[in-house]
């Protein structure tokens, strides 16, 4: 009897602690990966006005936000969002030759100031032009990882992804003049393609994805996938647009711009150091830029006192301080102090200028 009371008692425990253990198994909670705010639902909760009457915020119930222009759709229909609008590959205008492009286009920038912001305020560290057996397709300034950067104008976003090529995260604006501008190396992008964005609106930030050796904005200016020298228009130290409307010559163009889609860099030429902590450029690359600054000041000094060797150039239909700065080779700010005059100032015509 006892011993089928206990053959009885331990069949009982063995189903029970089974039936136990199954039930646990099933009613574990699933863990899910690790989870994203965007994968969130995402719904309209609130809408935000700005200070900007064309455009307001929308808040999402997964704590997002996006800025909402319904003003700016009339835009889509625009031949320059529409025509050659590629937004896979950095270049968009493949079909559209050298030869073929105007001996001279009409930038017209900005109605006032108000439609323009700087990308970013800082020393060029590394100017547009020959790099060794290759161009420099842009400017590059040092800056602290993490620091804004900036949509210089009103336009679309034509490209923003990583970029194989050696751009790292790039995200190209579109403007309604035809020009691109062209923001590499960010950490993090802040845009989507096809978004809008309004001059000041905060596009990515700085990085040092693809080819570069510490955190620092590369920024081109194209048209028509030709690249010229931002300089011409941007002066970066003070974060101030020299011109509402710029004429751009084809002369200014970099024919080779569009050689391959790989950038043309070499960071070797200027090791950009910086801490993991995202610290300021290292000293090395401040003395590389006082350097520079102290050099050019010496020359402009040098160029005062040698009045005997003065040159001046007598100002004529179409002289701008951008074309005049090229034809002497001379810098826009060289001319502006020997005149005692501003890159916004207006050329008259006839008027006097000393270029060295």
């Not at 109605?111 to 290759?134: I, Q, T």
């Not at 679309?156 to 035809?178: D, M, P």
């Amino acid at each position: 009897m006892n011993f089928r009371y206990l053959i009885t008692v331990s069949l009982l425990f063995v189903l029970t602690a089974t039936t136990l253990h199954g039930q646990s198994r099933r009613r574990r909670p699933v863990v899910p990966a690790t989870l994203h705010i965007e994968d969130l639902p995402q719904q309209p909760l609130d809408t935000l006005a700005t200070d900007d009457p064309e455009t307001r915020i929308i808040i999402f119930s997964n704590n997002t936000w996006r800025y909402y222009r319904p003003a700016l759709k009339v835009r889509d229909s625009l031949p320059v969002y529409m025509q050659h609008w590629d937004t896979s590959q950095v270049f968009a205008y493949k079909s559209i030759a050298y030869e073929d492009l105007p001996s001279v286009v009409d930038l017209n920038l900005v109605k006032d100031l108000s439609g323009f912001k700087a990308p970013v305020v800082g020393s060029v560290l590394s100017k547009y032009g020959p790099r060794g057996r290759r161009n420099h397709n842009g400017v590059d300034i040092p800056l602290k990882i993490g620091e804004p950067i900036y949509a210089a104008f009103d336009g679309k976003i034509r490209y923003a992804k990583y970029n194989t090529g050696g751009f790292g995260n790039l995200v190209i604006v579109r403007h309604e003049n035809g020009l691109e501008t062209w923001h590499a190396h960010l950490s993090k992008l802040n845009v989507k393609v096809n978004d809008y964005v309004k001059c000041g609106q905060v596009i990515g930030f700085c990085g040092s994805t693809g080819r570069s050796r510490g955190p620092h904005l590369h920024f081109e200016m194209r048209y028509c996938d030709q690249t010229f020298d931002p300089e011409f228009i941007v002066d970066f130290q003070t974060g101030q647009l020299k011109y509402q409307t710029f004429a751009l010559e084809k002369q200014f163009f970099n024919i080779h711009s569009r050689a391959s889609e790989i950038l043309e860099e070499d960071d070797d030429d200027f090791p950009l150091l910086a801490s993991a902590e995202g610290d300021t450029a290292s000293g090395d690359i401040l003395e590389r830029i006082a350097a520079a600054q102290k050099k050019e000041e010496q020359q402009t000094k040098t160029a005062t006192v040698s009045s005997s060797n003065a040159v001046y150039h007598t100002i004529k239909q179409g002289d701008i301080l951008g074309r005049l700065a090229l034809k002497y080779g001379v810098s826009v700010s060289q001319i502006c102090r020997l005149n005692n005059i501003t890159p916004k100032t207006v050329l008259k015509l006839g008027q006097r200028l000393r270029i060295k």
